[in-house]
């Protein structure tokens, strides 16, 4: 398409000088390059600012920041204790509240979808409170808690909880559009063919979904690893013991050990970057996935 | 929720993911609302009130809502323009930059508090130039309003650019044809085809900041009547363990939130009929 396009400015007259969709040269240029500034200004300058004030201090002590302190690699260890849970157990709600979203029509199907996104409009604080009025000490559940032994607020569940509430809507927001796009059509054929649903999700949905469901994943994952707020107020800030990756962050921040704080920073801020990229990427091979389901919904259309 | 089916549907499975995902949405996020809403509920008129309308937290919300509001506002100017060049013009590095919006969604808004902490202070890499002219960009609202904008620019550009593309040239030729000058088919023709997305997407920014808590927690300060926004309100009685208070204060944000819900739904709705 955009080949044709080349070729057709290649075959108009040489008297006309510009399209009318065209803006002037030079008002092309002072926007460009004031977008690109601010993009600069807002986004560049603070990804190379973090790596700048972590590798300032020489790699060696860099490289002790990070794994030299001990309650700064149980930080990290952590958070890839916290996020991957959290992650998985959304990506199950994600698969089901999809395929129950898309592949049926019942009513208060609206509500329930507005239901999944409804995280999303929580402050990440309130979030972590709600849960404090539940398993707090002082709680709902508080009293039984305590006397069955069990920890959840000031503790790794605790943590794990307001994770999971925060990027709830992540997998099954991405993945729902894609589903209802996919269309049930191979589904369906497979059921008449006599597949059974395990059969049919294994073998059938899985396959057309799986880059949508890793994009839906991806950012799931960012936004688990990151969240600050939620487990701000769930997380007892003990040292060692309950400090994800962003909260150590704040704490050396406060701390004044701006090179600790910068280097913890830059492992999550590569993360996001390492996020931006697989995302592109995603983004493009899920287009993929939708055309070709198009593409074999056409052939099925014409027999 | 009724679970009566609509349609003949032969596909397997609907019983099992209804009950799935009802169950995980019961335990994850109703239960813990409905746990909120009662304990605010236990509180007394005068209680309530007394949590949630003092003088501190009135400078709070109107601190609150005002910087989202203003970060929302800049948001949209500067994401119209980014979305603009993005979609209409060719230049080295355009596709990196299409890229890049999406930082602030995957930066840990920690990590963005912390850098724009540190940037925009006396001797700061920015603050160096701004501080002289008496512009403080660290520690005062401005700063606030700042990372809110960071934190708001991908909502709109990413809300305005689908629509941008779909623009057809037809209608920018015809009204060129017409005789209408370059700004005027901007302001008459396109302007108010892309407004319904700009209008989305502000309010997906506005509602984002005025839930924000960890990167303004960061460069704020955190002055009461000054710049101490609501959420750490709540994580001040917390920290007192006054959770009737902290609830109070909770209820007030959520009442806020799903205000923004549903005007974002009829915003969407709205345009959506402006399109067909």
Not at chain 2, 98 to 127: H, K, M, Q, R
Not at chain 2, 228 to 236: D, K, R, T
Request: charged share 15%; glycine share 8%; with cysteine.
């Amino acid at each position: 398409m955009h080949k044709s396009l080349q070729l057709l400015d290649v075959a108009r007259p040489a008297t006309r000088r510009y399209s009318p969709r065209e803006d002037p040269a030079l008002v092309r240029w002072t926007l460009t390059l004031t977008a690109v500034f601010v993009v600069g200004l807002l986004i560049v300058v603070p990804v190379i600012y973090v790596f700048w004030q972590a590798l300032s201090v020489g790699l060696r002590s860099y490289a002790d920041n990070l794994w030299g302190n001990s309650d700064t690699r149980h930080a990290i260890l952590l958070t890839l204790t916290v996020a991957p849970i959290a992650v998985l157990a959304n990506l199950v709600f994600g698969v089901a509240a999809a395929w129950t979203i898309s592949r049926f029509r019942f009513r208060g199907r609206t509500l329930l979808t507005a239901l999944v996104d409804l995280p999303f409009a929580v402050s990440p604080v309130v979030a972590g409170l709600m849960l404090v009025l539940i398993f707090g000490m002082n709680g709902y559940l508080g009293p039984w808690l305590r006397e069955h032994d069990i920890k959840i607020i000031f503790a790794l569940p605790g943590l794990i909880l307001a994770t999971m509430f925060v990027t709830l809507p992540f997998v099954a927001r991405e993945l729902t559009p894609v589903m209802e796009a996919i269309g049930a059509e191979e589904e369906i054929a497979a059921v008449s063919l006599g597949a059974g649903g395990w059969q049919i999700f294994w073998r059938v949905t899985l396959p057309n979904i799986k880059w949508g469901l890793l994009y839906g994943v991806v950012l799931c994952n960012a936004r688990a690893m990151g969240e600050y707020g939620a487990v701000y107020v769930v997380s007892g800030h003990y040292a060692g013991r309950d400090d994800t990756m962003p909260l150590r962050v704040e704490k050396l921040f406060q701390q004044y050990d701006m090179p600790a704080a910068y280097a913890v920073a830059s492992v999550l801020t590569s993360l996001a970057l390492v996020t931006l990229a697989a995302k592109t990427l995603l983004e493009r091979k899920t287009r993929m996935e939708l055309a070709e389901a198009a593409a074999v919904r056409n052939v099925g259309g014409s027999r | 929720m009724s679970a009566a089916r609509a349609t003949s549907n032969p596909l397997p499975g609907f019983r099992l993911g209804l009950a799935y995902t009802l169950f995980y949405l019961g335990v994850l996020v109703l239960i813990p609302l409905a746990a909120c809403l009662f304990k605010a509920s236990t509180l007394s008129a005068s209680q309530f009130w007394g949590a949630v309308w003092t003088a501190r937290a009135r400078s709070a919300y109107a601190f609150t809502f005002g910087a989202s509001l203003a970060a929302a506002i800049v948001a949209c100017i500067l994401g119209l323009l980014i979305a603009w060049v993005l979609v209409r013009y060719e230049f080295p590095g355009k596709r990196l930059m299409d890229s890049l919006i999406d930082l602030p969604f995957a930066l840990p808004t920690a990590v963005a508090g912390l850098v724009y902490s540190s940037l925009y202070v006396e001797n700061g890499w920015l603050g160096q130039f701004l501080v002289p002219w008496g512009i403080h960009a660290a520690y005062s609202r401005l700063a606030v309003v700042l990372v809110l904008v960071f934190i708001g620019l991908p909502f709109v550009v990413r809300t305005l650019q689908p629509v941008l593309e779909s623009l057809e040239a037809e209608i920018e030729e015809a009204a060129a044809l017409l005789g209408a000058t370059r700004r005027q088919t901007f302001l008459r023709v396109i302007a108010p085809l892309i407004f319904p997305a700009l209008v989305t997407g502000f309010s997906l920014s506005l509602a984002r900041g005025l839930g924000e808590y960890g990167s303004v927690v960061f460069v704020s300060g955190n002055m009461p009547f000054k710049t101490e926004i609501a959420p750490v309100l709540i994580v001040n009685r917390l920290e007192e363990f006054a959770y009737g208070e902290a609830t109070a204060i909770a209820v007030v944000l959520l009442a806020m939130s799903f205000v923004m819900l549903i005007a974002i739904n009829v915003l969407e709705r709205w345009s959506k009929r402006l399109y067909a």
